[in-house]
T-cell receptor, first 111, second 113 residues
Framework: DAKTTQPNSMESNEEEPVHLPCNHS???????IHWYRQLPSQGPEYVIH???SNVNNRMASLAIAEDRKSSTLILHRATLRDAAVYYC????????????FGDGTTLTVKP | NAGVTQTPKFQVLKTGQSMTLQCAQD?????MSWYRQDPGMGLRLIHY???????DQGEVPNGYNVSRSTTEDFPLRLLSAAPSQTSVYFC????????????FGQGTRLTVV
């Protein structure tokens, strides 16, 4: 199964944009790129997903490289409530039900 | 609409005891999965199911059993608890369509002494 690679940790100042990178160089043509985040003492929650085009929703934006080997989750104005572990995973035709998570990126937001 | 419900929220077991962690979803999702999360680590897949009557192993299946007799329920059984199974357990569900999101329960915190 295709794997993803993320930095262990990142820091941001409150109200500044945050760009969280993810590498997925072995992604297949039909894999969707999904992002989840996990707030302290909670289960993961969905953030955004996409296939090829950049995507926006009320929580974040997802920028996908043209070759799809990397993507970036963009939080336009970080708040203290955005401090969490962010996971980038791939969901494909054969593995949609068994997505594997890496260790994710721990985002610290400084006031 | 309750989403994914896990019970119990907390549990302490003695080494060698058995128990079942419950997971139920009310969204008619085909896919359900169990993960464990050790302190400071990411989630590791234990078992998953793509529909009623169909289950398969994930990354760390040893010491755990699952069954899926209905679409709604996906219990995780610990056969003989060991201290190494101390962890937080999360259940997830989703439609089979890879273009849809997964939903997670709030977790069961298990301590084996």
């Amino acid at each position: 199964d295709a794997k993803t690679t993320q930095p262990n940790s990142m820091e941001s100042n409150e109200e500044e944009p945050v760009h969280l990178p993810c590498n997925h160089s072995t992604i297949s043509g039909t894999d969707y790129i999904h992002w989840y985040r996990q707030l302290p003492s909670q289960g993961p929650e969905y953030v955004i997903h996409g296939l090829t085009s950049n995507v926006n929703n009320r929580m974040a934006s997802l920028a996908i490289a043209e070759d799809r080997k990397s993507s970036t989750l963009i939080l336009h104005r970080a708040t203290l409530r955005d401090a969490a572990v962010y996971y980038c995973i791939l969901r494909g035709t054969t593995n949609a039900g068994k997505s594997t998570f890496g260790d994710g990126t721990t985002l610290t937001v400084k006031p | 609409n309750a989403g994914v419900t896990q019970t119990p929220k907390f549990q302490v077991l003695k080494t060698g005891q058995s128990m079942t962690l419950q997971c139920a979803q009310d969204m008619n999702h085909e896919y359900m999965s169990w993960y464990r999360q050790d302190p400071g680590m990411g989630l590791r897949l234990i078992h998953y199911s793509v529909g009623a009557g169909i289950t398969d192993q994930g990354e760390v299946p040893n010491g755990y059993n699952v069954s899926r007799s209905t679409t709604e329920d996906f219990p995780l059984r610990l056969l003989s608890a060991a201290p190494s199974q101390t962890s937080v357990y999360f259940c997830a569900s989703s439609y089979s369509n890879k273009n849809t999101e997964a939903f997670f329960g709030q977790g069961t915190r298990l301590t084996v002494v």
